[in-house]
């Protein structure tokens, strides 16, 4: 009986996970991978760092080839060569050689699309000039501007594509601008917490353009919407990805809200032989049941995997996402995972916020670094809704039990509860995820109260005298306009100073001002910590304002 061929359009993430699990399932299914580049299974998330010079060999980036698949899983790999379109009812897909120009047809019994996402390329004048990057052969083309020694660079767009490009663009001593049309770097960050990157970029070197967007491309310079005229030697254009729907769209799939194709929990599509996965199909939210678009690389993989088992006749999970990521900007790391504050203030939900900035190992120990935790969750049961982590050392391992935690149900005051690996060298007895877990139950059980930085003035409005109760040396170094000091340490002493009953409570990082709270409250005062203390108002929008009256 002739065999059953399944054909997979795309040969990186998601396409190539779905060829060696298929072919681990079943030996005998012809497997036919087409892919218009002139690479397979190719590192793209290592290409910013080719650029760079990091990675310095281009083969390192290059995992597989035609000839070590075939040798290994017996796949038929086709490079450099397009599906121009698929007809579903006959079940084939029409396919152009892109050397020799020839086109032909090949059937299939199931077709898995793994197309991933283009560039978003604006219509602004000049833009043909602006390089970008999405496969290897875009990765030599940067390179080879590169390496002519190019003074200045601008790379339009602060998401993750863009901050890594430019820090590989000033590791070669480039002159480099980043241009973004937000206020913020990061869109997946708060702005509390993208001040820190923010900050880190411009300390090596990095001129931000925040809140403006690139409007034209002359032969020697970008022109920004403010008037500013940034010389540009070479520009990368970085705004993000869309789904790369056009084959769907011909061939009359199903696009779904978010503009990527419509899969049901199996991946399938609306035509029941072909399956979308990667960064060309929408995801389900795991928070909200939403369709979503993640283009990342764990779940195009994940979903490379579950579409050839359900191929295969096994059972499958429905993967929902909740769109964890992580990227170093110079000596930091950045991770996120589930929703974000701006996303969740504009639902109904209500929703509790932790800032924290602990160790990331034993104060004691040697080279312990402080890190920025951000922990959003649910005001009344307590699940964990999001998480954001900055820091120099153990942000990954921070963010990835959250992560863990979000799928397994854990809710926030149960944090506390983990036991995680410690000694000195590698954390703290009380792990940051557990501080985010005390500090959780203290919240949601009542026995305390905190207040964001965002509500000072409105504390302030309602009468509540402002007490920064940290040292006179450190609130010497800086402090929120307003407060008045009275160091922990001294608060029973001095107590009789405090007349006005209700109080909200500022200290560095929160911890301080949360005994002085408790303290407060135990002496007849109706006291309030405010979360994160002056550390997270020093970063946040509220600072800002502060500075720019001044
Ligand atoms: C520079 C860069 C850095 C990244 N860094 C990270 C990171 O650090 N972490 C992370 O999680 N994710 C990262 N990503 C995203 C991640 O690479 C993608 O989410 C993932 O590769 C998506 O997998 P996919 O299979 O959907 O698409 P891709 O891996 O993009 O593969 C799609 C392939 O399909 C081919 N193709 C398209 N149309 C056709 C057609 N008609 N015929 C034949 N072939 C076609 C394309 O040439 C492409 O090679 C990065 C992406 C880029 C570009």
Not at 126 to 145: K, M, P
Not at 151 to 171: D, T
Not at 317 to 322: D, G, L, P, Y
Not at 478 to 501: C, H, W, Y
Request: proline share 4%; glycine share 10%; net charge neutral.
């Amino acid at each position: 009986m002739k065999s059953k061929r399944v054909v997979i359009v795309g040969g990186v993430a998601g396409g190539m996970s779905a060829a060696t699990r298929l072919r681990r399932l079943d030996n005998e299914i012809e497997i036919v991978v087409i892919e218009k580049s002139g690479h397979v299974s190719y590192a793209n998330c290592g290409l910013p760092y080719y650029v760079g010079g990091v990675i310095e060999e281009e083969k390192s980036l290059l995992l597989q080839t035609p000839e070590s698949l075939h040798a290994r899983f017996r796949l038929d790999v086709r490079i450099s060569s397009e599906v121009l379109s698929i007809n579903g009812k006959q079940k084939s897909v029409t396919i152009k050689e892109l050397a020799t120009g020839r086109e032909y047809v090949l059937n299939y019994d199931k077709l898995i699309l793994s197309p991933g996402a283009s560039p978003i390329v604006p219509p602004i004048p000049g833009v043909e000039r602006a390089l970008t990057l999405r496969t290897v052969e875009d990765v030599e083309r940067i390179v080879s501007q590169v390496n002519l020694k190019p003074k200045n660079a601008v790379v339009i767009g602060g998401g993750f594509i863009g901050v890594e490009i430019a820090e590989n663009l000033i590791h070669r001593g480039i002159d480099t601008s980043v241009v973004e049309a937000a206020i913020q770097v990061l869109a997946p960050l708060d702005p509390e917490m993208a001040t820190l990157v923010a900050k880190e970029m411009r300390s090596h070197g990095v001129k931000l353009h925040l809140g403006t967007s690139a409007k034209s491309i002359t032969d020697k310079s970008v022109v920004l919407a403010n008037g500013v005229e940034l010389p540009a030697d070479l520009i990368i254009l970085a705004i993000g990805v869309r789904p790369d729907v056009s084959l769907a769209k011909v061939a009359g799939l199903k696009i779904g809200s978010r503009n990527g194709i419509a899969v049901d929990r199996n991946n399938l599509t609306n035509d029941k032989n072909i399956y979308a996965i990667g960064d060309v199909a929408e995801k389900t939210d795991s928070l909200d049941g939403s369709a979503t678009l993640v283009p990342l690389a764990n779940i195009a993989n994940r979903h490379g995997r579950v579409v050839s088992d359900h191929i295969a006749g096994r059972k499958v999970r429905e993967v929902k996402t909740i769109g964890t990521a992580i990227v170093k900007v110079f000596d930091l790391m950045i991770a996120t995972t589930g929703w974000n504050e701006k996303r969740l203030s504009q639902t109904k939900r209500k929703y509790k916020v932790i800032h924290a900035h602990p160790n990331s190992h034993a104060g004691y120990y040697p080279d312990s670094k402080q890190m920025s935790l951000k922990l959003i969750f649910d005001a009344k049961s307590g699940e964990i809704l999001g998480a954001q982590g900055i820091g120099i050392e153990g942000v990954d391992k921070r963010i990835d039990v959250i992560a863990t935690s979000i799928r397994g149900g854990i809710t926030a005051p149960e944090l506390a509860d983990l036991e995680l690996a410690y000694a000195p060298p590698f954390g703290s007895a009380k792990d940051p995820v557990n501080m985010l877990g005390y500090i959780a139950e203290n919240i949601l059980s009542g026995l305390t109260k905190t207040a964001q930085w965002s509500q000072i003035a409105e504390y302030q409005e309602m009468g509540y005298q402002l007490l920064d109760v940290r040292g006179a040396s450190e609130v010497a170094r800086g402090a929120i306009p307003g407060f008045d000091n009275l160091p922990v340490d001294e608060i029973r002493e001095r107590k009789a100073e405090l007349t006005n009953k209700n109080i909200l409570v500022s200290c560095q990082v929160g911890v301080r001002g949360h005994t002085a709270t408790m303290l407060l409250n135990e002496l007849g005062f109706n006291a309030v910590n405010l979360d994160g203390g002056y550390l997270t108002w020093s970063n946040s929008p509220a600072a800002e304002k502060v500075l720019i009256n001044n």
